[in-house]
């Protein structure tokens, strides 16, 4: 199958039920549209709109504390909005997996993008999570399913890292 007509969002999508994620928490974000828009289709899926990222943490501390697993997305903008609560994750040592769209990369229009797409990985590595990054559709469902593994398997923290090249570049609309 050709790179460009993997249906990459929808191999996300196939992983989450896969691993019987039940509760998906997210702000809303472009590049995790089609994911959103799958998952709050599903009636075996409770999607949470949160109002800011670190409630998702919450959100998956109390999903596994009640038997059920969930995923947190997120755009990279909103990992600076964890930070406190990912020490919440690291010492309590309960499962987190997120998946976190780039920007600030490849051919950001936006400076302000680029501060925090800069220090990503490097806040996960210091909060012990496991980074997963993909850059090509064909490496995403492989790397998710790793992810998975990781963090429900192992009862650790993951980030799947969908970078900007993959999501693909964004431009000003008016």
């Known amino acids: 199958?050709?790179?460009?007509?993997?249906?990459?969002?929808?191999?996300?999508?196939?992983?989450?039920?896969?691993?019987?994620?039940?509760q998906?928490?997210?702000?809303?974000?472009?590049?995790?549209?089609?994911?959103?828009?799958?998952?709050?289709a599903d009636p075996d899926i409770h999607d949470v709109v949160l109002s800011t990222e670190e409630e998702g943490i919450a959100l998956a501390a109390?999903?596994?504390l009640g038997g059920q697993r969930a995923v947190l997305l997120m755009q990279s903008s909103g990992v600076g909005n964890c930070v406190n609560m990912l020490s919440l994750a690291r010492t309590c040592r309960?499962?987190?997996?997120m998946m976190i769209t780039m920007r600030g990369e490849w051919e950001e229009f936006n400076p302000w993008q680029q501060p925090m797409g800069s220090i990503v990985e490097p806040v996960m590595k210091l909060n012990e999570a496991e980074i997963y990054r993909a850059t090509k559709p064909d490496?995403?469902?492989?790397?998710?399913?790793?992810?998975?593994?990781?963090?429900?398997?192992?009862?650790?923290?993951?980030?799947?890292?969908?970078?900007?090249?993959?999501?693909?570049?964004?431009v000003w609309t008016k």
């Open 1 to 22: 199958m050709n790179a460009a007509a993997i249906d990459w969002p929808e191999q996300l999508y196939a992983t989450l039920k896969r691993a019987d994620i039940r």
């Open 94 to 97: 309960f499962p987190l997996l």
């Open 62 to 64: 109390g999903a596994w």
């Open 139 to 170: 490496e995403v469902e492989g790397l998710a399913e790793r992810a998975v593994q990781h963090v429900f398997g192992d009862e650790r923290i993951a980030a799947l890292i969908l970078s900007q090249q993959l999501i693909g570049k964004k």
């Open 24 to 40: 998906v928490g997210y702000v809303p974000d472009a590049g995790h549209a089609r994911l959103i828009d799958r998952v709050r």
